[in-house]
């Protein structure tokens, strides 16, 4: 019996390091998901190359070339949904994603971030998390919603902040721990079924 792989769209703006986990991953086929495209926000990336290394179709979306973020955000929609996929994922996309998007992929959009939420949302989780002493810190994987980093918590793992961590440092450990989870999230996602209820997202 041939059973179709749930088809993921990734958006990354960086390195790609993310991205490249999943597509490692799906190359074994037992993997229930496959990465079918790639789109970013910038015209050069990482990701970018990643993905046409894999000889994964690609697409750029820049904010620049649009005359505002709510055309922007339809125009993101529709290449990412030209993709027909049954989840997106963000991994290192650094733009919010707007109304149009999130309706149209709705529930179906998760983000991964360097740090155990709720603390530390924003652009600087590492730093955030060093400046503020804590002991332990981590990565979330979540269901994106309109705030930032505020949606429905999926999964997470913690890595303890060692003595002599710098944020470079702390941050590559965290992405070692961020890559393991969302390869593993991403295929519970694409094999269960799952629902939200109020901030809580629940699985079978
Ligand atoms: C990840 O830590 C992600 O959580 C954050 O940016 C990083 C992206 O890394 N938003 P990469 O581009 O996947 O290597």
Known sequence: MVVA????????????????ALIDA???????A????????????????????ADIPTFVTALEDYADR?????????????????????????????PAFLE??????????????????????????????VKITGCTIFVVDGGVDTGPIVAQASVPILDDDDEASLHERIKVRERELLVQTVAELATDTYRIEGRKVVRP
């Open 5 to 20: 792989r749930a088809r993921v769209v990734v958006l990354a703006s960086g390195g790609g390091t993310n991205l490249q």
């Open 104 to 133: 149209r992929f709705p529930n179906r959009v998760i983000n991964t971030h360097p740090a155990l939420s709720p603390a530390f949302p924003g652009m600087h989780g590492p730093r955030d998390a060093l400046a503020h002493g």
């Open 34 to 53: 496959a990465v079918v495209a790639v789109g970013s926000d910038r015209r050069r990336s990482g990701a970018l190359d990643r993905a046409s290394a």
């Open 26 to 32: 799906s190359s074994n086929a037992e993997y229930p």
């Open 70 to 98: 709510a055309t922007w955000d339809a125009a993101l929609a529709e290449a990412t949904g030209s993709h027909q996929p049954d989840l997106v994922v963000l991994a290192g996309f650094m733009r919010l994603v707007g």
